[in-house]
């Protein structure tokens, strides 16, 4: 997945898969040529960490699972029609040697893994599907290709994950045994899925089973930071681990959506041997953050794990290979990562935890949760809106979803519809958030609310001071950074803009298709704009209806000279946007820090 990295304003660590055709393509007089497919993809678990820990390793790992890959395509009729770094998106005639193919492999790599070095070890997941795909040359495109991309990314790691319509197709032809996952959604799209049920994978939830319900409560589900244990021989590094574990603690707290577990109930099991079921049991805790902390020479290493007590489940989990120069910048670091990645890490969780939550007594937590599930899956409006309403009415102290509220709100505004309802948005949007900040002004949920509704009025300074006081209050906040990204780009800094905006994606991946409206828009401005339009590109690989991707493209493509696609774009882009049929109606729409470029690139495209 395309991935912004801290300090790298033009980079990505690893290539999107382009398994949606561009626009330039679709708009072709060409008659477009279909057929159905069998569709496998795979990708390595966790690459980009293995790169980061040891890229020689890794990438000879690769070679040898790929040349696993490729003999197993040769002998079942296999045809790779695209790679992405370490993924790998391949044809089949017959559903019956793609199913056979993915177990197989998944068998040899179980096989290889119990050969090597544990450094060396790679897990796939797999991903099969068979559906109507779009041929274009020699590749492959469209929706066959994207549920399989969808499904390899429910597979589990070692696993093989598949559609309905192909469980249908080859369940009484082959002699596998496979596990019923019911109706998922993945990403806006809904399918039936099945895993093949493998030596050495757990068996996941049936459609048939009840998911656990916890009791509806008012409070978020609480954390605890287990003290770190030191596996040095030296003792003296004691107060070392101590001290990371404590700096967890305190930066973790800043984020105050989920209560922390103080210090003192923490560390009263150290050196107990109780087992972190228990703790968390004892301590009222959902989610144990744990680790451990090595030496040796001028060499440490600091691993965390954040734990789901309910079923002793390991959902992250990071590892840190630093030299001890300083000591305290190493604890300063860790310690302010772990509490950055934690709490969106936890979100997430708890949103999967919502959509099983079947209960009708639910809390302002819950509502809060489900509301931000649909504003993530991009549900309507008004969907989001009642959901933030329930939560309001459930507990009125609690923040969160009313800086959820407030950018729904901001993202109707600034939507085509938006634009006529601008003055009962504002509206609505700065009742919400005066009463909320007039509630915990130090609050950076409360800060975020008054944060939108000054960036609404085009208040830059104030926009930039509120967000400057809630980074100052927890720098690892991802809606303050992106506020102050798009004040920087406002006042014409795009260079400072941008580099906040990475930072913000980092800390906040889920928030990517929002984000990287303001991130092609930025990229204009700082005329970067072979990057902007890969942006573009990407992001309508992805969302090929949105307009917003489709305009900023033709915007890029007229500044680029390339007159003759910009026109191509500008012409699906007019089809979809009938408000706008003349250079002055686009300027009333334009963002206004890139506003002369966007209207020359416009123009250039043809519109006048």
């Known amino acids: ?93 017959s559903a019956v040697s793609a199913t056979i193919c993915a177990t197989e492999f998944q068998k040899l790599i179980q096989e290889r893994n119990t050969s090597v ?32 991309a969808r499904l390899e990314a429910l597979s589990q790691a070692g696993g093989v994950c598949l559609s309905k319509n192909l469980y249908d197709f080859v369940s009484q032809k082959v002699e596998l045994s496979f596990n019923d996952l019911g109706t998922q959604k993945i990403k806006n799209t809904h399918v039936h899925a099945y895993d093949i049920a493998l030596e050495g994978i757990a068996a996941r939830n049936t459609a048939s089973a009840k998911p656990a319900v916890d009791k509806a409560t008012n409070k978020p589900p609480s954390v605890a930071v287990l003290p770190f244990v030191n596996m040095s021989n030296d003792p003296d590094q004691e107060y ?76 992250w989990s990071k590892r840190w290979d630093r030299a001890l120069d300083d000591i305290f910048d190493v604890q300063d670091e860790v310690s302010q990562e772990v509490a950055a990645m934690v709490s969106p890490t936890l979100r997430g969780q708890e949103q999967k935890r919502a959509a099983n939550h079947k209960t009708e007594n639910l809390s302002a937590w819950d509502e809060y949760i489900k509301a931000l599930s649909a504003f993530n899956a991009e549900a309507d409006f008004e969907t989001v809106e009642d959901l933030c309403h329930r939560a309001f009415a459930l507990d009125k102290q609690f923040t969160d979803p009313y800086f959820l509220y407030t950018k729904a709100l901001l993202k109707l505004r600034y939507s085509p519809q938006g634009y006529t309802q601008k003055d009962v948005i504002f509206e609505k949007l700065s009742r919400a958030a005066k009463f909320v900040y007039g509630l915990d002004p130090e609050n950076s949920a409360a800060i975020n609310c008054m944060v939108n509704v000054h960036w609404m009025n085009m208040d830059i300074d104030r926009t930039l001071a509120l967000s400057q006081k809630a980074l100052d209050i927890n720098p690892y906040d991802s809606n303050a950074n992106f506020s102050i990204s798009v004040a920087y780009a406002q006042n014409g800094d795009f260079e400072s803009g941008i580099r906040h905006l990475n930072w913000a994606f980092e800390l906040d991946p889920v928030s990517k298709r929002d984000w990287t409206v303001a991130l092609i828009m930025m990229n204009i401005g700082a005329d970067h704009l072979d990057h ?11 969302h090929a209806s949105d307009t917003r991707y489709l305009g900023f493209k033709t915007v890029i493509l007229g500044l680029l000279g390339q007159e003759d696609a910009a026109a191509v774009c500008l012409s699906d882009f007019l089809a979809n946007r009938p408000e706008i049929n003349s250079l002055d109606d686009y300027e009333k729409v334009a963002p206004d820090a890139i506003k002369q470029k966007a209207l020359t690139g416009m123009r250039k495209a043809g519109l006048h």
Request: net charge neutral; hydrophobic share 40%.
């Open 240 to 315: 070392f681990a101590d001290g990371v574990t404590e700096d967890i603690i305190t930066n973790l707290s800043m984020w105050k959506t989920f209560p922390v577990i103080s210090r003192n109930s923490s560390f009263s099991f150290k050196d107990t041997g109780t087992k972190s079921k228990e703790i968390a049991l004892q301590l009222g805790a959902r989610y144990l953050v744990e680790g451990s902390i090595r030496k040796g020479g001028d060499k440490v290493r600091i691993t965390a794990n954040l734990i789901d007590a309910n079923d002793d489940r390991q959902i």
């Open 532 to 542: 902007a339009l890969s942006l573009a590109n990407n992001a309508l690989a992805d």
């Open 1 to 93: 997945m395309f991935r912004v990295e801290r300090g790298h304003v033009l980079g990505h660590s690893k290539p999107t898969r382009n398994i949606t055709p561009q626009w330039s393509d679709l708009m072709s007089n060409e008659r477009l040529i279909r057929k159905i497919a069998v569709i496998f993809v795979t990708d390595v678990v966790g690459f980009s960490t293995l790169m980061e820990r040891n890229e020689a390793l890794t990438l000879n790992s690769l070679r040898a699972c790929r040349a696993i890959l490729e003999d197993l395509f040769q002998e079942h009729s296999g045809r790779i029609f695209n790679t992405a770094g370490d993924s790998v998106l391949a044809e089949f005639q």
């Open 117 to 148: 070095a544990p450094e060396a070890k790679m897990h796939f997941r797999v991903g099969l599907n068979m559906g109507d795909v779009i041929v274009e040359g020699s590749n492959l495109y469209g929706e066959g290709v994207n549920v399989a």
